[in-house]
């Protein structure tokens, strides 16, 4: 036999090796917990045959505690490329056969080569998290490995998609990894996420609470808002990876890939036209307007668990990629308050880095009141909703659906922000405050003087709400560029992208602004 | 006794709600005439935010 043909049966048997990962009993007890592989999951989210694996022979240095006798080819992550509906991404999986997927030195490089490679390509990095950690027998090697890791995570952002799956534990300092990417899913029952665990937990503060009620993806998909999206199964978590990827471009140089629309532009739903209630306090569901206006009805939501008074999300317009940005009457009325602002801000500035248009449903009556929520800083969380707005340079088209009152209307995409077209349904009420609202402050004094005030404040409301309670006075100021009638909203922000196309606003020179965080 | 089609109520309906006036529309033209362009225009490398 040849020299050549045996060297080459060596690297056959060396990749056979590798692919076993920590060995068949550790990939018998990842199966046993209702996991797969990192080689598994790749395989599930990339296209068939497409995945260059990179590093697959590299080796830890670690000569502490008797590492060196530990190897394993790969050592703990699984990293390269591929392609997901036949555009290229790159992907890492940690690996939890081997060494519980604790991350050495080694690991970090090999996550930080991809991270390189994807930025400089412009394509999207997913990473696949499931580790134990830092490899205490590396030391401070392994605490900066995770530094080298996390700085890419910031150089990256904005300039190529960034999505975590956590498939298993993420404890300590490898949280923030995930908590820097742009979008974070979990798995339900087999993942967590935290700072610190249980065991230290209990030490410090006394509190007695096991892993999945302290960081499981229910915690943070209803409670932190850490996780946007949480998936039952892996195939369910790989399949929502690849449509959150259908909606986004590559990088922040590109569009949104545009799907083939057979969805007619001109579609009308008269259901629109009498979905608000004839009681101004009646709720009515916002999922119905969305689904009524996108294409097909589709609607990819994002963190829908959390401030479920706001909703954000993925949808198509004639083929076309947006955010949508709308609040939600049958949740708190749809007031804002601190989670529904931060929700909303992140995901406009995520929009806006990528190039999506923004598309905001309006039917907000103003911000939560309560110590509640000004203890934990409502001013500055409302703020960063204002900020996004105001800094995004996307086309904003901002449809008033009903109540647009005070800072809420400001902050939700008003024309002043610099949203391109602000339409409003006749059924907008665009004003400071609602009616008794406002009449107790205008005619309370009067009202004292009358011989039935209930009455007189009664008349005071009507005429107030005949005066402002209306699209028009918005309207008569250009605040409000139209006023059109519900069943055609899906004709008109169709054209409104179509028109916004070409759109060109920049912002200053700077460094960068201070968001209030 | 012919059993009438519940499409013909359905019509009749439908024409006494527009008769009583509850028809009226904002009619729209439902096309978009706008053609997409390849331009420089808005290039993105354009909207970076410039360093001072």
Redesign the interface.
Known sequence: MSKQIEKIKELIAKREQARLGGGEKAIQKQHERGKYTARERIDMLLDEGSFEEMDMFKLHRCTNFGMEKKQYLGDGVVTGSGTIDGRLVYVFAQDFTVNGGSLSETMAQKICKVMDEAVKMGAPCIGINDSGGARIQEGICALAGFGEIFERNILASGVIPQISGIFGPCAGGAVYSPALTDFTLMMENTSYMFLTGPKVVKTVTGEDIDQENLGGASVHATKSGVTHFTASTEEEAMQMIKTLLSYIPSNNMEEAPRKECNDPIARMDDYLNEIIPEDPNKAYDMYNVISSIVDNGDFFEVQPKFAKNIIIGFARFNGQSVGIVANQPACYAGVLDCNSSRKGARFVRFCDAFNIPIVSLVDVPGFLPGTGQEYNAVILHGAKLLYAYGEATVPKVTITLRKSYGGSHIVMGCKQLRADLNYAWPSAEIAVMGASGAVAVLSAREAKTQENPKEFLAQKEEEYTEMFANPYQAAKYGYIDDIIEPRNTRFRICRALAQLATKKQSLPAKKHGNIPL | MSKVNNEVYAAIAMALHEYKGNNV??K?S???T?K??Q?Q??S?????????
């Open positions: 529309h904002d729209e439902n096309i978009i706008i997409p362009v331009t225009w808005n993105h490398i354009q909207m970076m935010t410039k360093r001072p």
